[in-house]
Nanobody, 127 residues
Framework: QVQLVESGGGLVQAGGSLRLSCAASGRTFSSYDMGWFRQAPGKEREFVASINWSGGSTYYGDSVKGRFTISRDKTKSTVDLQMNSLKPEDTAVYYC????????????????????WGQGTQVTVSS
């Protein structure tokens, strides 16, 4: 069993930065690939970024590539999302997720393939 708790969301002006953190508990955390999705009101849940179990490989959605950076600290069982140059269209609830599916496949991953979800954290970017 893995439990995920996100933190770090909030309100920021366009062009600003936020750092989201996801703390995982459970003995098998290091075996899972990790990542972030987001969902804006009235829209489908969207892939944001993923990272493999070792932290050596990262993948990004097209809309955030070059602005967001995902990282993980296996000693602290955390995965972070550094978000820079934020835009109003980045406004959404951001969800941390884990899966035994390799991080390279998360762009087209079905929700049923996600093993665990966090509760979500709101990010609001004002123009």
């Amino acid at each position: 069993q893995v439990q995920l708790v996100e933190s770090g969301g909030g309100l920021v002006q366009a062009g600003g930065s936020l750092r989201l953190s996801c703390a995982a508990s459970g003995r098998t955390f290091s075996s899972y690939d990790m990542g972030w999705f987001r969902q804006a009101p009235g829209k489908e849940r969207e892939f944001v970024a993923s990272i493999n179990w070792s932290g050596g490989s990262t993948y990004y959605g097209d809309s955030v590539k070059g602005r967001f950076t995902i990282s993980r600290d296996k000693t602290k069982s955390t995965v972070d999302l550094q978000m820079n140059s934020l835009k109003p269209e980045d406004t959404a609830v951001y969800y941390c997720a884990t899966s035994l599916t390799h991080a390279s496949s998360w762009r087209t991953l079905r929700r049923s393939a996600i093993n665990y979800w966090g509760q979500g954290t709101q990010v609001t970017v004002s123009s």
